[in-house]
């Protein structure tokens, strides 16, 4: 069985810059994004031990999401000034990896995972052309809770902790436990309790437990409006205010499988021969020696004292709680 690790490259990105301290590169720029992301992603190559990966990015260009809903994620304030210079360098980082990353204007990266993911598992019986059936295990590595739609048995959510040292695995199981439903539920659920991140409205007045209490009876949004009769007058009174809401806001939150990705054939006949993870980890050595990492540096395989990528033992000193607001060099921060 292969293993495929998806990256939420702007989850990841963003959670980075809110849970690190101020701190600086070499060359004295802002980095602390940068820094976050690759101790992620180098604590996922560790956990899943991937054999393919590639990581998705959200683009500037409105998505369909806006053109439905044009106060979609309106609300948000904007990025701080020293975020989004840190993104190239994130993306040098990936080449230095050699993974492939994905944007495409009119989605959101998520709509891309969920797309690589959907395809990856379709090969196996789609293309006639591989001489070996493919099966393969996804691993979405993200903080974004609309992910847990995508898992069922070959796909699982690695979410990192805001503090940036524990992550937690989502099978069906794990989201069966946290919110009492299946994964197929997600979308009604938050189509019925909203999300405040993205200026999803949802219905007023019907939070997470009533939500879920509905949807364990009635499975879907549409079979529960079809039994509005059935509830209580003050559960009624919302719903029925808030159909049309719901069913509108299910439009923005269920991703797209289907973005127009093309896969290059190589001469091996194998669809995704780009997305192998073959790092050359002298070019990895090098991306973070000239970033000036050096306890990255220190935990990559071939460097003196490595153990390899299959644990980082040290933890970020301090969280978003207790942001420190003097920059720091990295020989004042820990690893994950």
């Known amino acids: 069985m292969q293993k495929l690790l998806l990256i939420d490259g702007n989850s990841l990105f963003h959670r980075a810059y809110h849970a690190l301290p101020p701190l600086t590169d070499k060359k004295g720029e802002m980095a602390n994004a940068v820094f ?4 992620m992603i180098i604590k996922a190559i560790g956990e899943v031990k ?12 409105p998505t369909f999401r806006h053109v439905e809903f044009e106060k979609y994620k309106a609300q948000r304030p904007a990025p701080p000034p020293d975020l989004y210079p840190q993104l190239p360098k994130v993306k040098k980082v990936l080449d230095a ?9 009119g989605y959101e990266a998520d709509d891309v995972l969920a797309t690589l993911a959907t395809q990856v598992l379709r090969l196996k019986t789609k293309d006639k052309r591989l001489k070996q ?7 979405i590595l993200s903080g974004d809770r609309d992910c847990l739609q995508l898992v069922d048995g070959n796909i699982k959510v690695q979410a ?4 940036l040292k524990e992550t937690t695995l989502y099978g069906a199981k794990e989201v069966r436990e946290k919110y009492g439903l299946e994964t197929r539920q997600m979308v009604d659920y938050k189509s019925l309790i909203g999300d405040v991140s993205d200026n999803v409205p949802g219905i007023a007045g019907i939070g997470p437990k009533t939500a879920a209490q509905l949807l364990q009876k009635y499975h879907t949004l549409e079979n529960l409006f079809k039994h509005i009769d059935e509830q209580p007058e003050s559960i009624r009174a919302k719903l029925e205010a808030g159909k049309d809401i719901a069913l509108a806001a299910k ?3 269920e991703l797209d499988r289907n973005v127009d990705l093309k896969f290059t054939f190589s001469k091996k006949n194998d669809p995704i021969e780009n997305l192998k993870f073959k790092p050359n980890w002298d070019q990895v050595r090098a991306e973070y020696e000239d970033l000036g990492f050096k306890s990255i540096v220190s935990k990559l395989p071939g460097s003196k004292g490595s153990e390899g990528t299959n644990e980082t033992d040290e933890t970020v000193s301090q969280s ?5 607001k003097t920059k720091r060099n990295d020989d004042q921060l820990k690893l994950i």
Do not use: R
């Open 320 to 324: 978003q709680s207790v942001k420190s």
């Open 97 to 105: 990896f050699g993974i492939a990353y994905f944007e495409m204007d």
């Open 251 to 253: 439009k923005l939150v």
């Open 50 to 61: 991937p054999t393919h990966i590639a990581c998705a990015f959200d683009t500037a260009a």
């Open 36 to 39: 976050g992301f690759s101790n």
């Open 133 to 139: 059936k493919k099966e393969f295990d996804v691993v």
């Open 160 to 163: 990192p902790g805001w503090n």
